[in-house]
T-cell receptor, first 115, second 115 residues
């Protein structure tokens, strides 16, 4: 079974400052890793995912995440945030090579960008 | 390309009443999911369909929840009778295939309040 821990429920940050949202996972098997973003009153949207290959993955809007197998982490970072990045961010895992596509989510981190 | 459509967006019912949510996935997507998102928690998978067959319903409270996808396209999730703890956002999602690693596309959700 897999589990995901997002220790920070809220992260306040000023506009143009860097940010890191932490994600750790636990699994007895290899996993795929995902970050989803949920803007107010909207559904979840995929931000980025790690399936294989380079451990550093990037999104089109400047976020990046690095898979660290030894630390079982997949932290999300952005060097300079904008007001529009204010949203809830969910880290998720699914079983590598699994027959189903079941996602196990963390509890989410609210990124609150202040002017 | 149209996204995942859900209705109704908002519903308020009294406990012990029934409610039904409808979902139309992205055209051509074989796999359909229903997730439950309780306030302050990450989404939890209730049921996963591959075409019109159930792949995983291990976390569906079958004494009160039911779901169907009769023609392998749209789906209905029903709760009867509702309890206070069923207050949540019900997210429908779809993906092209069942295998893990596929990107899952979420609808905007159906917000249920049980009073």
């Amino acid at each position: 079974a897999q589990s995901v821990t997002q220790l920070d429920s809220q992260v306040p940050v000023f506009e143009e400052a860097p940010v890191e949202l932490r994600c750790n996972y636990s699994s007895s098997v290899s996993v795929y890793l995902f970050w989803y973003v949920q803007y107010p009153n909207q559904g979840l949207q995929l931000l980025l995912k790690y399936l294989s290959g380079s451990t550093l993955v990037e999104s089109i809007n400047g976020f990046e995440a690095e898979f660290n197998k030894s630390q079982t982490s997949f932290h999300l970072r952005k060097p300079s945030v904008h007001i529009s990045d204010t949203a809830e961010y969910f880290c998720a895992v699914s079983e590598y090579g699994g027959a189903t596509n079941k996602l196990i989510f963390g509890t989410g981190t609210l990124l609150a960008v202040q002017p | 390309e149209a996204g995942v459509a859900q209705s109704p967006r908002y519903k308020i019912i009294e406990k012990r009443q029934s409610v039904a949510f409808w979902c139309n996935p992205i055209s051509g997507h074989a796999t359909l999911y229903w997730y439950q998102q309780i306030l302050g928690q990450g989404p939890k998978l209730l049921i996963q369909f591959q075409n019109n067959g159930v792949v995983d319903d291990s976390q569906l409270p079958k004494d009160r929840f039911s779901a169907e996808r009769l023609k392998g396209v749209d789906s209905t999730l029903k709760i009867q009778p509702a309890k206070l703890e069923d207050s949540a956002v019900y997210l429908c999602a779809s993906s092209p295939w069942t295998e893990s690693g596929n990107t899952i596309y979420f609808g905007e959700g159906s917000w249920l309040t049980v009073v």
